[in-house]
Nanobody
Framework: QVHLVESGGGSVQAGGSLRLSCAAS????????MGWFRQPPGKGREGVAS????????VYADSVKGRFTLSQDNAKNMVYLQMNSLKPEDTAVYYC????????????????WGQGTQVTVSS
């Protein structure tokens, strides 16, 4: 079992920045990939970014490339999502997820999910 807790969400004006954190605990050795997903109001959940816990390789959704940066601190079992140049369309509940396969923006590649943190970007 892997337990994930997100933090760092909040409200910001367009153009601002936020950093989301995801703390992993439990059997973290099984996680090969960590991902961030988001669910905008009234829409389905979508992949945002993913990082390989051993390789450090990353993949980003086109909508966030150049604005969001994923990083990790394996010693602390932490994953971070730095979000810059935020736009109103980035408003969503953001979820951290852990998976045992390769990095991916597909939800079905992930076994464990956090409870989510709200990000609201006003224009």
């Amino acid at each position: 079992q892997v337990h994930l807790v997100e933090s760092g969400g909040g409200s910001v004006q367009a153009g601002g920045s936020l950093r989301l954190s995801c703390a992993a605990s439990g059997y973290t050795a099984s996680r090969n990939a960590m991902g961030w997903f988001r669910q905008p109001p009234g829409k389905g959940r979508e992949g945002v970014a993913s990082i390989g816990t051993r390789s450090g390789n990353t993949v980003y959704a086109d909508s966030v490339k150049g604005r969001f940066t994923l990083s990790q601190d394996n010693a602390k079992n932490m994953v971070y999502l730095q979000m810059n140049s935020l736009k109103p369309e980035d408003t969503a509940v953001y979820y951290c997820a852990a998976g045992s396969t390769v990095i991916s923006l597909r939800q079905d590649r992930y076994n464990y999910w956090g409870q989510g943190t709200q990000v609201t970007v006003s224009s």
